[in-house]
């Protein structure tokens, strides 16, 4: 275990900054992959038998991607450059950052969902 996988007060005030940026980033992301999961449940997931896709998706393919591909460009366009720089002056391992980022991302996403359900 190294210094920077120490939690020490110094370090835990490093981490405010791409914790908060990530999860603002994670409430712009929550229509792309929310978007993301609508398709998947009606176009791969259903071909597979896993879930059944909706009644009225008759459109196919072509026009969510043509939302979700631009979408995903500008959350990614976004999400990518400023991890890049914060990655630069953190001193926590590289797969460790990155893994910590992307799930950060996905927190406001699956907290909606989780209240979406429980207000059901």
């Not at 009225?56 to 939302?67: C, F, I, K, R, S």
């Not at 630069?88 to 359900?117: C, D, F, H, N, Q």
């Amino acid at each position: 275990m190294n210094s920077s996988e120490v939690p020490t007060p110094g370090n835990r005030t490093a981490w405010t900054v791409p914790v908060a940026v990530n999860l603002c980033l994670g409430i712009v992301g929550v229509i792309p992959v929310w978007g993301l999961v609508l398709f998947a449940v009606n176009f791969p997931l259903a071909s597979l038998g896993i879930t059944t896709g909706s009644a009225t998706e008759n459109d196919g393919m072509l026009p969510w991607l043509l939302v979700l591909v631009p979408m995903w460009a500008v959350l990614l366009g976004l999400w990518i450059p400023a991890n890049i720089r914060m990655r630069r002056k953190r001193t926590a391992a590289g797969r460790r950052y990155w893994i910590y980022s992307s799930l950060l991302v996905l927190v406001p996403t699956v907290a909606l969902m989780v209240v979406i359900e429980t207000v059901r």
